[in-house]
């Protein structure tokens, strides 16, 4: 986690350092108040996110400590977006102070547990249809319950079909995705423990809508050519 991160900063400051330094060679600026304050506008922009990106991983790391036996796979794959699968097949991602969970249900709703990388291959764009929207309120009464109780600002769910290329279909791949996506717009983000205590209780409320949908379907009359 902490060596792609920090990969990832080198490469910018390496990017910047590469276009000033031919102008500073072949004409150095004179060192004062002015030409400090060009320097720091270079270097104090990567500094504050290698920094940032530090902190954001401790505060990650201690999140973690008590749930860790609950995570089955982890990987990071941006700055301090931690992609996690859990124990009962949830792809949990945090990007920012967002957290987004995603469930993967076979054709009959039961529910799928792929691989971290079979689960992030299904939730690329244009890998899902969204067919169903839900938004915490008053018609949505068990997600805005569970919004309150992990102290999230904002909630939304939805259930999409999935779209898997020909050569990609297997016995377990999923059929439908289901996703709760939780976040503050202010403040600190949800801490994952807090999450993934929860975890259970998501997973059942994206399996109630996964069947709720399945059977608004069925209910539907067949389209007749």
């Keep these: 986690m902490r060596w792609r991160s920090d990969a990832i900063v080198a490469i910018l400051t390496m ?10 060679v072949a004409s150095p600026p004179p060192l004062d108040l002015y030409a400090l304050a060009n320097v720091a506008f270079f ?10 990106t530090r902190l954001s991983q401790r505060r990650m790391r201690r ?6 036996s609950r995570v089955r796979e982890a990987g990071v794959f941006s700055i301090g977006h931690l992609s996690l699968i859990l124990d009962n097949g949830l792809l949990l991602q945090l990007p ?10 076979s054709s009959s709703g039961s529910p799928l ?4 990388r079979e689960a992030r291959k299904c939730v690329r764009p244009f890998r899902w249809i969204r067919l169903v929207t839900v938004r915490a309120g008053k018609k949505a009464p068990d997600l805005t319950e569970l919004r309150d109780d992990l102290g999230a600002r904002m909630a939304a769910a939805s259930v999409g079909s999935c779209r898997p ?5 297997e016995p377990n791949t999923p059929t439908w995705i289901a996703t709760v996506v939780l976040g503050r717009a202010i403040g600190l983000p949800i801490g994952a423990d807090r999450i993934i205590g929860e975890a259970d209780r998501v997973g059942r409320y994206l399996q109630n809508l996964v069947q709720a949908t399945l059977k608004r379907a069925r209910s ?4 007749h050519p």
């Design 220 to 223: 539907l009359p067949a389209a």
């Design 15 to 24: 990017f910047l350092l590469a276009l000033i330094a031919p102008l500073w």
């Design 165 to 169: 290329k020909g050569h990609e279909i």
């Design 43 to 52: 270097i104090i922009p990567p500094a504050a996110v290698l920094i940032g």
């Design 96 to 105: 920012g102070s967002f957290a987004i969970l995603t469930g993967f249900f």
């Design 113 to 116: 547990s792929p691989s971290l």
């Design 63 to 68: 999140s973690l400590q008590g749930v860790r």
